[in-house]
């Protein structure tokens, strides 16, 4: 809706007085402006009259990634205009050698320009489709798998040798408190926490463990059980049916397996209506209906468990 400025009330004394206040008004809008975008995308450096600009800069970091990982932020900024501008230098070496008119640069510029239009496109369609509707609906699907699982919460005492074990088990049957021995004669990594191993499925620990957990009680402390990591004793604290976790906590991997997956529809579709001959195989005009998909559209369901435990 177009904005009407209200008439003055009285007269020509009261016009001018509007006039006056909207002229400030004007002009304090405009003090307070944001910056131009030019303001906001600087020359950073000029090489031989070339510009390079923060937007640059940024892209070039993208692009860099993994290699500026472990970069101080001054540091990684100084590194990546360097790159840029030693980039500029020998962009402009490369033209002045015709580079650009060989058959071998036009193939590869040819292939970068559809990796890059088809990075784009996927990036588009993966974000319109993952909505907060979209997340939870994974996410009650996921949840509804989940629940109900029973889950032991339970420590345990890793010792090397079976009589190592068994003076474990003895010093419990004398009184000894299960966590503070964890913590003096487990070698496990989590024995500085009391042998805790937090809440799991029988899934997530080796079967020798699972099968001795989930048939103890709550309170009950195992005989020694042997496994491929040595000999353990098992104190159960709690039993519970499995809940499947808060959507914030699997929020992120949903998310990606949304867009993932949305990819993925979008390149399906897409190849059900185009003409793909392939001259490597006996059929030579034959649909593509094929399900491979390409490593940046692959399905990938949403972790709502802890990784497997040892």
Known sequence: MTAVSPEPKSGLRSGLGW?????????????GSPVSAQDANPVLAKVNG???????????????G???AQMDPATKKDNVL???IDMKIVAKAAEDKKIADRDDFKTRLAFARNRL????????EGKAATTDEAMK??????????????EVHARHILVETEADAKQVAEDLKKGA??????????????????????????EQMVPEFSAVAFALEPGKISDPVKSQFGWHVIKVEEKRARKAPDFDQVKAQIETYVTRKAQADYVAKLRESA????????????????????DAAKDAKPEATPAKKK
């Open 82 to 84: 360097a790159f840029l």
């Open 50 to 64: 070339a510009e390079i600009r923060q937007s640059d800069v940024a892209l070039a970091e993208e692009e860099l």
């Open 275 to 294: 003409k793909v001959e392939r001259m490597d195989q006996a059929a030579a005009e034959t649909p593509a209906k094929s399900d491979a998909k390409p």
């Open 137 to 150: 609906k994974v996410y009650e699907e996921a949840s509804k798998q989940i629940t109900g699982e029973q």
């Open 177 to 202: 408190d299960f966590a503070e021995l964890a913590k003096k004669k487990s070698k496990d990594p989590g024995a500085s926490d009391g042998g805790d191993l937090g809440f799991f499925t029988k």
């Open 66 to 68: 993994p290699s500026l």
């Open 117 to 124: 239009l088809m990075d784009n496109l996927l990036s588009v």
């Open 19 to 31: 006039a006056a206040m909207t002229g400030a008004l004007a002009m304090a809008l405009l003090a």
